[in-house]
């Protein structure tokens, strides 16, 4: 018999899809928007996307610290939802303003600026409240969390296709669309956070703490296992930014490849290149309940992976993804086209990486963070992200064009098959260096 869960597992659902459809939406269009609109260069956007998405991860440290410490999580994701909501609406000032490259450009740091306070808040708080659904020990929460990441996925599918669609038409509709749905999640989560989201035992949770003090001080009274358990957050987060800063060139040099190197036209109609942002997050949907049954059942017959076994997977899918596309793009220059189905297969073995490693992820930190310290190990997990966000925005510079030679730790790249190279080499040993040292992280895990 299927497992139920609470009610206010499906809030939480609703509201980060909400907030991942304005996040994804904006995504789909910002490359091509610096580019195509500011007149930017593809090194000048590549960097500005990097910084941002670093930014998008460090904050949640501290939003995660405010949440721990004063304000509660639901405070904190209110607040959070509604800045961001400001930022994608300075994001349609700045595409309404492009008479005035100048303020259209500030008006767009203005924006980021925005974004970035706004997911502080918000990222580590909500994923935080999933596991505050349940019993410390309960055995639903791997499932909630897949659940949770469905959500995810799910407004991540519809957002390129959707602002996608807008943006390509004129940027400005694009982001407002993002606003919108902002605003929206923000507000069913007002209206019914108080009815769903309550602990087993009926209690609020999310609440602001009602004696800080004395919250802060159990907070340094750790024993040897809180602390084993903490490195081992450290120790997966470490691996996870390699992950990450090849997985993240989907939003800056897979979508350049995809608006240049890709044959998208069918039947005469030309798809939008900011539609192929939505290929990785519709497989996410599609597979996440058959990953999610594979665990099962490899489970009930007692061989299924160690939490650092899957992610190690999740690293070596990666670097099949990109192994390959740089089968794909041999010998292809700036100016030649391939086949969408390349594309779609590295989005495919990408996805069956994410799906190995991200909500697993999130469940482990859920499960080894210290009691009072939950937010700040979930913001602690987010700024390895920001790690990877920088590191993928230095990588994409690296993508070559116009036959310009570039180089990496003294290697040549001097084409698309050497840049996608560089990601199969990093992840691949990535991935092989946390298969030996999984027995040990499992170890400190118990």
């Given at each position: 018999?299927?497992?139920?869960?609470?009610?206010?597992?499906y809030?939480?659902?609703?509201?980060?899809?909400?907030?991942?459809?304005?996040y994804?939406?904006?995504?789909?269009l910002?490359?091509?928007?610096?580019?195509?609109?500011?007149?930017?260069?593809?090194?000048?956007?590549?960097?500005?996307?990097?910084?941002?998405?670093?930014?998008?991860?460090?904050?949640?440290?501290?939003?995660?610290?405010?949440?721990?410490?004063?304000?509660?999580?639901?405070?904190?994701?209110?607040?959070?939802?509604?800045?961001?909501?400001l930022?994608?609406?300075?994001?349609?000032l700045?595409?309404?303003?492009?008479?005035?490259?100048?303020?259209?450009?500030?008006?767009?740091?203005?924006?980021?600026?925005?974004?970035?306070?706004?997911?502080?808040?918000f990222?580590?708080?909500?994923?935080?409240?999933?596991?505050?659904?349940?019993?410390?020990?309960?055995?639903?929460?791997?499932?909630?969390?897949?659940?949770?990441?469905?959500?995810?996925?799910?407004?991540?599918?519809?957002?390129?296709?959707?602002?996608?669609?807008?943006?390509?038409i004129?940027?400005?509709?694009?982001?407002?669309?993002?606003?919108?749905?902002?605003?929206?999640?923000?507000?069913?989560?007002?209206?019914?956070?108080r009815r769903?989201?309550?602990?087993?035992?009926g209690?609020?949770?999310?609440?602001?703490?009602?004696?800080?003090?004395?919250?802060?001080?159990?907070?340094?009274?750790?024993?040897?296992?809180?602390?084993?358990?903490?490195?081992?957050?450290?120790?997966?987060?470490?691996?996870?930014?390699?992950?990450?800063?090849?997985?993240?060139?989907?939003?800056?040099?897979?979508?350049?490849?995809?608006?240049?190197?890709?044959?998208?036209?069918?039947?005469g109609?030309?798809?939008?290149?900011?539609?192929?942002?939505?290929?990785?997050?519709?497989?996410?949907?599609?597979?996440?309940?058959?990953?999610?049954?594979?665990?099962?059942?490899?489970?009930?017959?007692?061989?299924?992976?160690?939490?650092?076994?899957?992610?190690?997977?999740g690293?070596?899918?990666l670097?099949?993804?990109?192994?390959?596309?740089?089968?794909?793009?041999?010998?292809v220059?700036?100016?030649?086209?391939?086949?969408?189905?390349?594309?779609?297969?590295?989005?495919?073995?990408?996805?069956?990486?994410?799906?190995?490693?991200?909500?697993?992820g999130?469940?482990?930190?859920?499960?080894?963070?210290?009691?009072?310290?939950?937010?700040?190990?979930?913001?602690?997990?987010?700024?390895?992200?920001?790690?990877?966000?920088?590191?993928?925005?230095?990588?994409?510079s690296?993508?070559?064009?116009?036959?310009?030679?570039?180089?990496?730790?003294?290697?040549?790249?001097a084409?698309?098959?050497?840049?996608f190279?560089?990601?199969?080499?990093?992840?691949?040993?990535?991935?092989?260096?946390?298969?030996?040292?999984?027995?040990?992280?499992?170890k400190?895990?118990?």
């Amino acid at each position: 018999m299927a497992q139920t869960h609470p009610k206010g597992l499906y809030l939480l659902f609703s509201t980060e899809m909400a907030e991942r459809f304005s996040y994804y939406g904006m995504r789909a269009l910002f490359t091509l928007y610096m580019i195509n609109a500011l007149r930017l260069s593809v090194e000048d956007a590549a960097g500005i996307y990097g910084i941002y998405t670093a930014l998008v991860y460090v904050t949640p440290l501290i939003g995660g610290l405010i949440a721990d410490r004063y304000w509660g999580t639901r405070r904190s994701i209110l607040c959070g939802g509604l800045v961001m909501a400001l930022g994608h609406f300075l994001l349609f000032l700045s595409a309404s303003s492009l008479s005035d490259v100048e303020t259209a450009k500030a008006l767009m740091f203005c924006g980021l600026a925005a974004l970035v306070v706004g997911n502080g808040f918000f990222k580590p708080n909500i994923s935080t409240m999933v596991g505050s659904l349940y019993p410390p020990e309960d055995s639903r929460k791997d499932a909630a969390f897949t659940i949770f990441y469905m959500g995810v996925n799910v407004g991540a599918t519809l957002a390129p296709l959707l602002c996608g669609w807008l943006g390509n038409i004129d940027y400005r509709w694009g982001y407002l669309c993002a606003c919108l749905a902002m605003l929206a999640g923000t507000a069913v989560m007002r209206l019914l956070q108080r009815r769903l989201l309550v602990s087993p035992q009926g209690e609020q949770i999310g609440l602001p703490p009602t004696a800080p003090t004395k919250s802060h001080a159990a907070r340094h009274k750790l024993d040897a296992t809180d602390l084993r358990h903490m490195l081992v957050i450290f120790v997966i987060a470490f691996f996870v930014i390699f992950f990450w800063a090849a997985y993240e060139q989907a939003g800056v040099s897979l979508m350049v490849f995809a608006e240049r190197n890709i044959d998208r036209t069918f039947l005469g109609w030309t798809m939008p290149a900011e539609w192929t942002q939505s290929l990785p997050a519709i497989f996410v949907v599609v597979l996440a309940p058959v990953f999610a049954a594979l665990w099962e059942t490899l489970a009930a017959h007692h061989v299924e992976p160690s939490a650092p076994v899957k992610q190690a997977i999740g690293l070596l899918f990666l670097a099949q993804g990109y192994y390959v596309i740089s089968v794909g793009v041999d010998g292809v220059t700036a100016s030649d086209k391939i086949s969408i189905l390349w594309l779609v297969l590295l989005y495919l073995l990408h996805v069956c990486g994410e799906l190995c490693l991200a909500p697993i992820g999130l469940s482990l930190v859920s499960r080894l963070a210290p009691v009072g310290l939950a937010s700040v190990m979930m913001g602690f997990w987010y700024m390895s992200t920001a790690v990877s966000n920088a590191l993928a925005g230095m990588l994409s510079s690296l993508y070559p064009h116009d036959g310009e030679v570039k180089y990496f730790l003294g290697f040549e790249i001097a084409s698309l098959s050497d840049f996608f190279l560089i990601f199969v080499f990093m992840s691949g040993i990535a991935g092989i260096v946390m298969l030996l040292v999984s027995p040990r992280i499992v170890k400190m895990m118990k």
